[in-house]
């Protein structure tokens, strides 16, 4: 089993929607059938290695369940957590599939399907908290429009933030132990989504009553469908302190959402992603991410049962490969050499040296005092440095 820097188990995850999904696309029938609010699939992830799973509200009961139905759902879920051990490590609102949600969830210009969304949301925070999941993620799935003045866009943006908003103030009054995660996406469903990236996302977190407890569930596949660096995207959100959840897949650049398995897209993102979230950088500055390795993607409809779980053991598999090559690369000397002839070791080092102010260093310091041709000279080994991380992929 995969360890982080730490010494840290790395514990893997999965969406219950993921492996029982039907294969259902926009041109086609679904090609598998759907199992139909039964459990028995947590039993299998236990068997593929995975500690935990995920579900939507939806994919326990239908919306239109009665009490009784729920309870007796729940109960079965319950179950099934108990004889073998897997946990509910975090819980998805479905805020998106059944029709009512088809104008938005939280920004429905229709104020009755927003205080159903919200009766609906809160309703299964309550669920989060009796499974024990500490994680609550908002998609936004239907957050978007397909016509730029089908809604006033800064009222949909204050409705959305005002929701969040208003959940944290429930999960605050409760005194539930749970984070919430806003998962972006910059389109599908919706021809546009609003919080469309990890950095739009992070801009309206920052306005919030809440936002000590509000951060991100990043998705590989979203952001490359924006044709931005996933990795680089996940920096940031550990910086900031931001990364509460992850969920990881594949996906072949800039098209729809593929949800392929994770490093079956950029295998070369995936390393270095693997190496960011359990090492916290080169340098190692950054706390390495402690989350479960949460996989939220498609088993293609081109498989029946035994694909399915083929493809799900190959995240796991994928996940642990890298690790390993991770490692390797980062204690192989020819690395370490690489990595302080392109003066990587220099960026932990703050810009202004300790005690030195602003005003010593204006007055002190020449720009003169720079040979900057001989610096703009200088010869960093960076190709050399990326063919040694493709050695080491490559094996
Ligand atoms: C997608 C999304 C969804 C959400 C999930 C959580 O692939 O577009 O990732 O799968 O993650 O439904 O709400
Ligand atoms: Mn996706
Ligand atoms: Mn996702």
Redesign the pocket.
């Known amino acids: 089993m995969a360890k982080d820097k730490n010494g840290n188990e790395v514990k893997y995850s999965f969406?219950l929607?993921?492996v029982n999904w039907a294969g259902g696309d926009p041109f086609g029938a679904p090609t598998r059938p759907w199992n139909d609010y039964n459990f028995d699939s947590i039993r299998k992830l236990k068997e593929i290695g995975a500690h935990a799973f995920?579900f939507?509200d939806d994919d326990a009961f239908p919306p239109t369940a009665t009490d009784a139905e729920r309870s007796e759902a729940i109960a079965k879920l319950k179950k099934v957590i108990n004889e073998t051990g897997i946990v509910c490590e975090m819980t998805?609102?479905?805020g998106?599939s059944h029709p009512v949600f088809k104008e938005g969830g939280f920004i429905s210009s229709n104020r009755e399907v927003r205080r159903y969304g919200l009766i609906k949301t809160l309703r299964h925070v309550d669920l989060a908290a009796e499974l024990g999941a500490t994680t609550f993620?908002?998609?936004n799935?239907r957050e978007g429009a397909e016509y730029d003045n089908s809604k006033d866009l800064g009222d949909a943006h204050a409705r959305y933030a005002e929701a969040i908003d208003t959940v944290a103030d429930y999960i605050k009054a409760k005194g539930y132990d749970i984070r919430i995660a806003l998962?972006p996406?910059p389109n599908?469903?919706r021809g546009d989504m609003l919080l469309p990236t990890i950095g739009h996302a992070l801009a309206v977190i920052d306005s919030l009553d809440n936002s000590d407890i509000v951060g991100l569930?990043p998705?590989v596949?979203?952001e490359q469908m924006a044709n931005l660096n996933f990795t680089h995207g996940i920096a940031l959100a550990m910086y900031l302190g931001k990364l509460f959840h992850i969920?990881l897949?594949g996906q072949n650049g800039a098209k729809f959402?593929q949800?392929l398995v994770f490093g079956h897209g950029d295998l070369k993102e995936a390393f270095f992603l693997v190496d960011l979230l359990n090492n916290g950088g080169i340098n190692g500055n950054l706390q390495p991410y402690t989350g479960y390795r949460h996989f939220?993607y498609?088993p293609s409809r081109t498989e029946s049962d035994a694909g399915v779980w083929e493809s799900a053991r190959a995240n796991i598999e994928i996940y642990e490969t890298l690790s390993k090559k991770a490692e390797n690369y980062r204690k192989d000397p020819k690395t370490i050499e690489l990595f302080k002839r392109a003066k990587i070791d220099q960026l932990g080092q703050p810009t202004l040296a300790a005690g030195e102010s602003v005003v010593d260093f204006r007055n002190s310091v020449s720009q003169y005092d720079f040979d900057i041709d001989t610096i703009g000279k200088e010869d960093y080994g960076l190709v050399e440095l990326h063919q040694q991380a493709i050695r080491h992929i490559l094996g």
Do not use: I, Q, S, Y
């Open positions: 969406g929607w993921t995920t939507h998805p609102f479905n998106f993620v908002l998609w799935g998962e996406k599908e469903p569930n998705e596949g979203h969920d897949n959402d949800d939220d498609k």
